[in-house]
């Protein structure tokens, strides 16, 4: 309710300068900058005097183009993985990885073998546990991939660690937060911010995830959760690893308590582990009879201390 | 029989009991197959629908009893039910140390939770963001892993999104307006 008031709000503040927001999406769309409009309608410059050497300021990479990049669909790699890197950074403002070294190696490990399985093997894929007895697991564009330890301390074997990873790979490569992010609202409030006050592109994407980390506490829709599932089946299948791993650990998370704090976050942007289970069970049918039997790998899974 | 006879007997029977044979419940119809094969002599059906008792799980299939036969089914035909109502599950019992304050469930004990304010107020933390990247490892790396554990790439077609009617608008935020 409070987000739909706020894109409320937004779309408001849009129509009050609805002038030149028109004008500023015009523009975007002909590929011109806003900046070189103005330039263009302001009296043409006078040669000036060589300005005095200004001390350095941050590097700001100017907000509209990766808005355009966003509005047009043709995102760059590189573009995708700053507004990864921004909200990565943000939740690790929250929560610390698990300072051990030797789990957060094996992890990435494990992950990146299993998103080698995919059709973006090439990201720069990072890992990581977070130290908190929440059971949940994130994704963020451009391959960061987190999950937590109160997860991970339910897991039994390699192959339940690899379909959750695959399950968050999925959401990666399936660019499902990039495409929430493409919704026209999103973009109309990052316009109107953009075409008043906003410069640079690290403002950009903070408007357009919200506060902090805020955006991995807001679920998905449920058809990109039942999709991931899919896909984390299939990339620790085709990584060699039981394939039925995933489905293993949802069960065993359907039977947390809908009581228990630990899975509220969980289960407030997910639809319920009963319920994904019983998807993929009608997804799956018969297709993977003639799958040969996958590895569990339980001998080597990095035990928690 | 003497006390010490009865507590034998009693322990026999107790290891003997399948004490985790868990319920399950049929998702779908499916055969009854001898082995964990779908190669394997099928010996009888379940329904959809009907309970079960599971007995053992290898791969992709469940060993179960369904009206007195004992069979395997796929993994993902029987979903187990052991637990579902939250009885004497030790989470429950986590659970009960925590209270309820206006629809958000507040930990009041020891373990520590995501919360959603600490998300909100999150400031970026760019030496633990570095730390992560560290981390990383590279493919051959990754490929060499699997190999010391004797995995190896099987090909896999994708899983098609199973025929139904996709609802239009969901229950939550990021897709919800």
């Known amino acids: 309710m409070k987000v739909r008031i706020a894109v409320l709000l937004a779309c408001m503040a849009v129509s009050a300068q609805a002038g030149d927001i028109d004008r500023f999406f015009k523009d975007l769309l002909k590929g011109k900058r806003p900046a070189e409009q103005q330039q263009t309608m302001a009296p043409p410059p006078q040669p000036a005097p060589q300005p005095a050497p200004q001390p350095a300021a941050p590097p700001e990479r100017p907000a509209d183009q990766l808005l355009r990049a966003l509005m047009s669909g043709n995102m760059s790699v590189e573009e995708e993985r700053r507004i990864g890197e921004k909200i990565a950074g943000n939740f690790l403002g929250a929560v610390k990885l698990v300072p051990d070294a030797n789990l957060q190696r094996y992890v990435n490990l494990v992950g990146r073998w299993v998103a080698l399985q995919s059709d973006r093997p090439d990201l720069a894929w990072h890992f990581g546990v977070v130290d908190t007895d929440d059971i949940n697991a994130f994704a963020s564009p451009g391959g960061y991939i987190f999950l937590t330890k109160g997860l991970y301390r339910r897991l039994g074997n390699e192959a339940e660690l690899a379909g959750v990873l695959g399950h968050e790979i999925g959401h990666v490569i399936r660019k499902h937060h990039i495409k929430v992010m493409q919704q026209s609202q999103f973009i109309a409030l990052g316009a109107s911010l953009l075409g008043r006050k906003m410069k640079d592109e690290n403002q950009l994407i903070q408007n357009l995830i919200g506060n902090g980390a805020e955006i991995m506490s807001r679920g998905l829709d449920k058809e990109s959760e039942f999709e991931a599932d899919r896909v984390g089946m299939v990339l620790a299948a085709r990584a060699g690893y039981d394939a039925f791993s995933l489905p293993k650990v949802l069960e065993d998370i359907g039977h947390v308590s809908d009581q228990d704090s630990r899975v509220a976050l969980l289960f407030k942007t997910h639809p319920h582990p009963r319920d994904r289970f019983d998807r993929l069970a009608e997804a799956v049918g018969d297709r993977l009879d003639n799958l040969p039997e996958g590895k569990t790998l339980g001998q080597r899974f990095y035990v928690l201390r | ?177």
């Open chain 2, 1 to 177: 029989m003497t006390c010490k006879q009865w507590f034998a007997a009693l322990l026999v029977g107790w290891l003997a009991a399948p004490a985790w044979a868990a319920g399950g419940l049929m998702l779908r119809d499916d055969s009854l197959r001898a082995a964990a094969s779908a190669a394997s002599a099928v010996v009888g059906k379940a329904a959809k629908g009907s309970e079960v008792e599971i007995l053992a799980s290898k791969g992709g299939w469940t060993q179960i009893r369904a009206a007195g036969r004992t069979g395997w089914v796929r993994l993902l035909s029987v979903r187990s039910t052991a637990g579902d109502a939250g009885k004497e599950d030790l989470d429950s019992v986590v659970a009960l140390t925590r209270k309820r304050e206006s629809g958000k469930v507040v930990a009041v004990a020891g373990l520590r939770g995501l919360n959603e304010e600490e998300l909100r107020s999150a400031q970026f933390n760019a030496g633990e963001l570095r730390r992560m990247e560290e981390y990383g490892v590279s493919a051959a790396e990754a490929r060499k892993f699997a190999a010391d554990g004797g995995l190896a790439g099987v090909a896999v077609n994708d899983l098609p999104a199973p025929k139904r009617d996709a609802p239009k608008s969901n229950g939550y935020p990021w897709g919800g307006y």
